[in-house]
């Protein structure tokens, strides 16, 4: 439940911080890179565009570290899932 908590918090600071960018352009890549990439990944992919504090980092690394503590298992069911939402929501238009 923490970690879903802590994921909705980090997707919702990225819509409000990135008010100029559009949810469909970051948050599927962002999402899948911190499932499934590296902190260093995720700092070069998706985040690369943007001006990160100090702070901000060690959150994600803090985030990071909580979902590497998942099972691959668990790991799998939310990439998949983030692919089934990721086809209704983030579709063109």
Known sequence: MKLTAVVLLVTLAFC???GTVSAREIL???LNTLLEGTLEQLHAG???QYKIDDVTKAALAALKKCIESLSQEHTKALVKLL???SS???LPG
């Open 16 to 18: 409000c911080c990135f």
């Open 28 to 30: 599927p890549g962002f």
């Open 46 to 48: 998706p985040i690369s």
């Open 83 to 85: 692919v089934i939402h």
């Open 88 to 90: 209704y929501v983030f």
